[in-house]
């Protein structure tokens, strides 16, 4: 078998030396992220279900979920929720196989509900939220095109392509850094600091400005004088982290639309904006390797959510991130290395219309060299492509 796998050198001017880069983060708690989480988890646990109901992964996609916000009045000591958060459960899933029912609506409420209350330990789940679950089922030409992957490699659902682009730059790795950091070190010993959080990093030639804006929760937070020393420790905490990745100087700042003098401050119950007025949406946010890059090529398609068997916008993208990231780790002379994979529906995901990689080369490295190396690790991960698959189901891999 042959794959179309172009290999070429890229002219450009590598991002660490361009003066300006942006990289946006939205975290958990996030009414982007948290469509995305909720959508994410309600397809793993229906191809769960499928599997263990028939034997195989059966068609759906729900990638089309809504946060809309509810209202709140958050008060230093504790507050309340108002009228709950609305999440809208829409897309496609196969409710009858072979004359064997699958209450697919109720796995999703259930995974939903789950994710959730693992989010935002915070809410009161009987009274804070509401789920409501309007999945249909799937169109006809998709779920035969579908069907037509049983016993062989699945075939393309759509015409559609993923991206992915390796090593990350210090900003790229400063952002996820400090994110992982938040969740992993900083709530567990300051239980104020909520789930949504925001990082907005910019560089500046070589000054980076980290604006961060997190939710903090009301019931762990006396008064506006606890407010500001926790901003304060935030603020120095983070600034510690960020030096880590870099040599470079290191500016945050945290909340910057406070107004302390009439303690008009980023304040909440639960630990996210969705309970005041900020909606989300699934595909909104974060891109499949975790960022919003806008100095690099993306992709448009929302990962989570999409099964996770021929649909190229969860797949591709999944891979084209692995692609080049293992280019780097195993080929030298790479600097850079851009992954464009496009599919044609209908035909086996593992023959894409074409799998690109574009590569900026370090001083003295050869493409010549380089590429039958590149190539043989392309064509290495589109003959074990369904391995996505099964990380993905196994939630070893994050959409976002």
């Known amino acids: 078998m042959t794959r179309n796998i172009s290999v070429e050198v890229l002219d450009q001017i590598p991002i660490e030396k361009q003066r300006i880069e942006l990289v946006e983060r939205k975290c958990l708690g996030h009414p982007d992220s948290l469509a995305d989480g909720v959508a994410e988890s309600i397809s793993r646990a229906l191809s769960r279900a499928y599997m263990e109901e028939c034997g195989a992964v059966l068609h759906h996609n729900t990638d089309q979920g809504e946060v809309v916000a509810g209202e709140s009045i958050p008060r230093f000591g504790g507050g309340r929720i108002t009228k709950p958060i609305y999440f809208l459960i829409s897309g496609r899933a196969t409710k009858i196989f072979d004359g064997v029912n699958i209450p697919a609506d109720a796995i999703a409420v259930e995974a939903a509900r789950s994710y959730i209350s693992g989010i935002l330990p915070t809410l009161n789940m009987d009274r804070d939220i509401i789920v409501d679950c309007r999945m249909g089922a799937g169109s006809t030409d998709l779920c035969d095109v579908f069907r037509s992957c049983e016993g062989r490699v699945p075939r393309a659902n759509d015409t559609s392509f993923g991206v992915g682009h390796a090593p990350f730059s210090e900003a790229e790795s400063i952002t996820k850094g400090v994110s992982a950091f938040i969740d992993e070190n900083l709530r567990p010993r300051y239980p104020v600091i909520g789930q949504d959080c925001k990082i907005m990093c910019l560089r500046d030639g070589d000054t980076f400005t980290l604006t961060v804006a997190t939710a903090f929760v009301d019931r762990y937070c006396s008064g506006i004088t606890e407010y500001i020393e926790q901003k304060r420790v935030l603020t120095e905490e983070i600034t510690a982290v960020a030096k880590n990745f870099t040599k470079r100087n290191v500016n945050v700042t945290i909340n910057t639309a406070d107004d302390l003098d009439s303690a008009s401050v980023f304040l909440t119950v639960s630990g996210t904006s969705a309970e005041m007025g900020d909606d989300g949406s699934v595909g909104r946010g974060n891109r499949a390797n975790g960022l919003i890059t806008p100095n690099r090529p993306m992709s448009m398609e929302a990962t989570s959510g999409k099964n996770p068997v021929n649909h190229i ?82 939630g070893e891999l994050s959409t976002f």
């Not at 593992?350 to 690109?356: E, R, T």
């Not at 060299?369 to 589109?382: H, T």
């Open 313 to 394: 916008g969860k797949i591709y993208n999944l891979l084209a991130t692995r692609i080049a990231q293992d280019c780097v780790a195993r080929v030298d002379g790479i600097e850079e290395i851009y992954i464009r994979m496009l599919s044609q529906i209908g035909y086996p995901i593992d023959q894409p219309h074409v799998a690109s990689a574009q590569i900026l080369t370090k001083p003295g490295a050869s493409i010549t060299s380089i590429k039958p190396d590149v190539e043989a690790i392309i064509d290495g991960w589109l003959a074990e492509i369904t391995t996505v698959t099964e990380k993905v189901i196994r």
